[in-house]
């Protein structure tokens, strides 16, 4: 814990340590998070998952608080010589790094270089920590930059990144205590970053998904290095999570316990059985039990522009499996998932029928050759629960087919060819229900959304520019909104609502949560981690879906209270009023002095949190979608005051803030005027 921030006195078991109290994941409840209560949990039986954004340096999903884990690798530069003036000097060779890629020495003119926060995404203004363990010098370029403070191992600076992005500079090292650890904070999180890495923004968006696809956060494709090994794996001390070598896997398992999201894993496709088995069995003991963990053998393996493919070919040729390149890359395929999962299976032991969701995939655009693949799988689809296909949708070839006329086009004659598209949709889910019902699997989605881009921008980099900027538009026009409604009701009826298709069955994988469109696609449900939910159409539909057929829905805790001396506040429904009330008692919930209605109109109001040094107190109101807005007041006059997203968390993230209490651990807060009490559930055994 930092300084200051107090140990809690007992095992927080399914949730973290804050400031003497535990903070329980999503679903689990008591004062050490031990009572599993599934009606807690915004995502409960939602048959909708989310594939993530990949971590990159200018990636516009800003995932952590600590950004320098999205920094780019190393590149160096020199401050002297006929080198100076080179953006990259390519001298990485000459520098001798420790475990965590951190230089254990530096020639006396040669600079090491990152960016962070770069290409013109969100992040926000203010003051920026950077923390690092041994000695040396670090400077900052690319922004205008204020220094606030400077001391042994911490800096705080006054900056805002921009478009720009930051610069970050090992400018020296000293030999014998060479800098590392180096953590640049977003403001307001140098104190919580180390116990909740992640961006609370982040975390918003992506709550009411019942399932992660880290097939892009673990760079599944062309993942490195080959062979994959236990060893080699990306670790979290690493001085950043982007790259070839994916992030850390604790970083993955954290997430899903947080938010109570089952993690969909890509299994790396040079990984050797050794790194397969200690996945496996670090998955098990680490995982919260509640949930599940589909498992899947890299990702289209039948994709060319993927390294993968061009693996298994190689693979399946040494093998003898086919005199065919592409035949033999299949039949690897079928031979290395089955032998994935057996692994898998043998580490999880009797949990595996349970918990474990093996997934095989192939190409869905071409069902025969899709059923060729079937066939030579054979009777080891026993090793298997799922087939997956994709289910992107491209308006009958609006940037394809239509791209002549596509410039022209109103928004509402592009959508027009979204309805026209739709039959052919429905036929490929009945297609590949009825082929999953004939081998005897269930059959999720692997990826899918809309589609509306060039193809010959991927696989060439071919493009039209107004081409381009006409299906940008369209893809955040409000008349997507409607289109993407529409084939998530064809999924449902066709292949969620199929007799014996039930769960692990129907799951329909978004891609992908966040990023900026550009000539290779819009693939972004958001633009940016941040943006207003209600802004983005396509966010919109899928919260409407997920809350049109999940009415049961909770949108989150259904009261919250918390204790700071003799004061205790909450928001909860009473049992004498209508509506959701915030109120203070004295005396232990015997009786409650009502505060002032927060604006707006909505589902519910969480209380988040009370700064004992400002008197201030943080409250959501949640809408019927799950977006949230953000109120604050002082606890002296009681004049609420509604503030932005990004300054809400961040003044939430102060160490003198209390944090409201772990569903179903009132304190007897509510024993006579509120009924908090969902019907729980009896825990699920324990880890391991």
Same mark, same amino acid.
């Given at each position: 814990?930092?300084?200051?921030?107090?140990?809690?006195?007992?095992?927080?078991?399914?949730?973290?340590?804050?400031?003497?109290?535990?903070?329980?994941?999503?679903?689990?409840?008591?004062?050490?998070?031990?009572?599993?209560?599934?009606?807690?949990?915004?995502?409960?039986?939602?048959?909708?998952?989310?594939?993530?954004?990949?971590?990159?340096?200018?990636?516009?999903?800003?995932?952590?608080?600590?950004?320098?884990?999205?920094?780019?690798?190393?590149?160096?530069?020199?401050?002297?010589?006929?080198?100076?003036?080179?953006?990259?000097?390519?001298?990485?060779?000459?520098?001798?790094?420790?475990?965590?890629?951190?230089?254990?020495?530096?020639?006396?003119?040669?600079?090491?270089?990152?960016?962070?926060?770069?290409?013109?995404?969100?992040?926000?203004?203010?003051?920026?920590?950077?923390?690092?363990?041994?000695?040396?010098?670090?400077?900052?370029?690319?922004?205008?930059?204020?220094?606030?403070?400077?001391?042994?191992?911490?800096?705080?600076?006054?900056?805002?990144?921009?478009?720009?992005g930051i610069e970050l500079k090992i400018m020296r090292?000293?030999?014998?205590?060479?800098?590392?650890?180096?953590?640049?904070?977003? &403001?307001? *999180?140098?104190?919580? #970053? +180390?116990?909740?890495?992640?961006?609370?923004?982040? /975390?918003? %968006?992506?709550?009411?998904? =019942?399932?992660?696809?880290?097939?892009?956060?673990?760079?599944?494709?062309?993942?490195?290095?080959?062979?994959?090994?236990?060893?080699?794996?990306?670790?979290?001390?690493?001085?950043?999570?982007?790259?070839?070598?994916?992030?850390?896997?604790?970083?993955?398992?954290?997430?899903?316990?947080?938010?109570?999201?089952? &993690?969909? *894993?890509?299994?790396? #496709? +040079?990984?050797?059985?050794?790194?397969?088995?200690? /996945?496996? %069995?670090?998955?098990?003991? =680490?995982?919260?039990?509640?949930?599940?963990?589909?498992?899947?053998?890299?990702?289209?393996?039948?994709?060319?522009?993927?390294?993968?493919?061009?693996?298994?070919?190689?693979?399946?040729?040494?093998?003898?499996?086919?005199?065919?390149?592409?035949?033999?890359?299949?039949?690897?395929?079928?031979?290395?998932?089955?032998?994935?999962?057996?692994?898998?299976?043998?580490?999880?032991?009797?949990?595996?029928?349970?918990?474990?969701?093996?997934?095989?995939?192939?190409?869905?655009?071409?069902?025969?050759?899709?059923?060729?693949?079937?066939?030579?799988?054979?009777?080891?689809?026993?090793?298997?629960?799922?087939?997956?296909?994709?289910?992107?949708?491209?308006?009958?070839?609006?940037?394809?087919?239509?791209?002549?006329?596509?410039?022209?086009?109103?928004?509402?004659?592009?959508?027009?060819?979204?309805?026209?598209?739709?039959?052919?949709?429905?036929?490929?889910?009945?297609?590949?229900?009825?082929?999953?019902?004939?081998?005897?699997?269930?059959?999720?989605?692997?990826?899918?959304?809309?589609?509306?881009?060039?193809?010959?921008?991927?696989?060439?980099?071919?493009?039209?520019?107004?081409?381009?900027?006409?299906?940008?538009?369209?893809?955040?026009?409000?008349?997507?909104?409607?289109?993407?409604?529409?084939?998530?009701?064809?999924?449902?009826?066709?292949?969620?609502?199929?007799?014996?298709?039930?769960?692990?069955?129907?799951?329909?994988?978004?891609?992908?949560?966040?990023?900026?469109?550009?000539?290779?696609g819009s693939w972004g449900m958001l633009r940016y981690?941040?943006?207003?939910?209600?802004?983005?159409?396509?966010?919109?539909?899928?919260?409407?879906?997920?809350?049109?057929?999940?009415?049961?829905?909770?949108?989150?805790?259904?009261?919250?209270?918390?204790?700071?001396?003799?004061?205790?506040?909450?928001?909860?429904?009473?049992?004498?009023?209508?509506?959701?009330?915030?109120?203070?008692?004295?005396?232990?919930?015997?009786?409650?002095?009502?505060?002032?209605?927060?604006?707006?109109?909505?589902?519910?109001?969480?209380?988040?949190?009370?700064?004992?040094?400002?008197?201030?107190?943080?409250?959501?109101?949640?809408?019927?979608?799950?977006?949230?807005?953000?109120?604050?007041?002082?606890?002296?006059?009681?004049?609420?005051?509604?503030?932005?997203?990004?300054?809400?968390?961040?003044?939430?993230?102060?160490?003198?803030?209390?944090?409201?209490?772990?569903?179903?651990?009132?304190?007897?807060?509510?024993?006579?005027?509120?009924?908090?009490?969902?019907?729980?559930?009896?825990?699920?055994?324990?880890?391991?």
């Amino acid at each position: 814990m930092g300084p200051g921030i107090c140990e809690c006195t007992e095992n927080c078991k399914y949730g973290t340590c804050w400031n003497g109290q535990c903070e329980c994941w999503a679903g689990y409840t008591g004062h050490t998070c031990s009572k599993y209560d599934p009606l807690t949990m915004p995502n409960r039986k939602v048959s909708v998952g989310i594939n993530l954004a990949e971590i990159t340096y200018y990636s516009s999903e800003v995932k952590f608080v600590d950004v320098a884990k999205e920094s780019m690798e190393w590149i160096t530069q020199r401050r002297e010589g006929v080198l100076a003036h080179q953006w990259n000097t390519h001298e990485e060779a000459k520098v001798h790094f420790d475990d965590d890629g951190y230089p254990t020495q530096l020639e006396d003119t040669m600079i090491l270089v990152t960016l962070i926060l770069r290409q013109g995404h969100w992040s926000p203004a203010g003051n920026y920590t950077i923390l690092y363990d041994g000695e040396g010098e670090l400077g900052l370029g690319l922004v205008h930059f204020t220094r606030i403070y400077e001391g042994k191992g911490r800096m705080m600076v006054n900056m805002d990144p921009g478009s720009g992005g930051i610069e970050l500079k090992i400018m020296r090292t000293n030999q014998q205590n060479h800098i590392r650890n180096i953590r640049v904070i977003l &403001p307001g *999180f140098e104190d919580r #970053h +180390a116990h909740f890495p992640y961006n609370p923004l982040f /975390l918003e %968006t992506i709550t009411r998904y =019942s399932e992660l696809r880290y097939m892009d956060f673990m760079h599944t494709n062309a993942h490195q290095p080959e062979p994959t090994t236990w060893a080699t794996r990306r670790k979290q001390t690493f001085h950043t999570q982007t790259g070839s070598y994916g992030a850390a896997l604790e970083y993955m398992i954290l997430l899903s316990n947080m938010i109570g999201a089952s &993690p969909w *894993f890509n299994i790396p #496709h +040079a990984a050797d059985d050794d790194y397969i088995r200690e /996945l496996a %069995t670090f998955v098990k003991t =680490s995982l919260r039990p509640d949930l599940k963990v589909y498992l899947e053998y890299s990702n289209e393996v039948w994709n060319g522009i993927f390294r993968q493919k061009v693996y298994s070919v190689e693979k399946g040729t040494q093998l003898g499996l086919d005199s065919q390149g592409y035949r033999a890359g299949m039949k690897y395929y079928n031979k290395r998932s089955s032998e994935v999962m057996g692994i898998f299976q043998s580490a999880f032991g009797i949990d595996s029928e349970d918990r474990l969701v093996p997934i095989w995939a192939w190409q869905t655009g071409y069902q025969d050759y899709y059923q060729q693949a079937l066939d030579d799988l054979g009777n080891r689809t026993r090793d298997f629960k799922a087939l997956a296909i994709t289910g992107y949708f491209s308006c009958d070839g609006a940037a394809s087919k239509h791209k002549t006329d596509l410039p022209q086009m109103t928004m509402s004659a592009i959508s027009d060819l979204c309805d026209l598209d739709l039959p052919s949709q429905k036929n490929m889910y009945s297609h590949y229900m009825d082929v999953a019902k004939n081998h005897s699997l269930s059959l999720v989605m692997y990826e899918g959304g809309p589609a509306v881009m060039e193809p010959g921008a991927i696989s060439h980099g071919s493009s039209n520019d107004d081409v381009t900027t006409k299906a940008i538009a369209f893809n955040s026009d409000p008349h997507i909104k409607d289109n993407v409604m529409a084939i998530l009701e064809a999924w449902k009826s066709i292949v969620t609502d199929s007799p014996g298709n039930q769960a692990p069955g129907g799951l329909f994988n978004y891609f992908s949560s966040a990023g900026f469109p550009s000539k290779y696609g819009s693939w972004g449900m958001l633009r940016y981690t941040g943006e207003d939910p209600h802004s983005v159409p396509k966010y919109m539909a899928v919260q409407e879906f997920i809350t049109k057929h999940l009415s049961h829905d909770v949108l989150g805790n259904k009261c919250s209270f918390l204790i700071s001396g003799n004061v205790a506040f909450g928001c909860f429904k009473p049992r004498d009023r209508h509506g959701w009330q915030c109120g203070k008692s004295y005396n232990h919930g015997s009786a409650w002095e009502y505060l002032p209605d927060i604006p707006g109109h909505d589902i519910l109001n969480i209380l988040d949190g009370y700064n004992h040094a400002t008197h201030t107190l943080f409250v959501r109101t949640v809408d019927a979608l799950g977006v949230n807005q953000y109120h604050v007041t002082d606890t002296y006059h009681f004049n609420w005051t509604t503030t932005d997203s990004w300054t809400y968390h961040s003044m939430l993230a102060s160490r003198h803030v209390t944090r409201s209490l772990p569903m179903g651990d009132y304190r007897n807060l509510a024993t006579t005027h509120v009924d908090c009490l969902y019907q729980a559930q009896a825990p699920p055994p324990p880890l391991g």
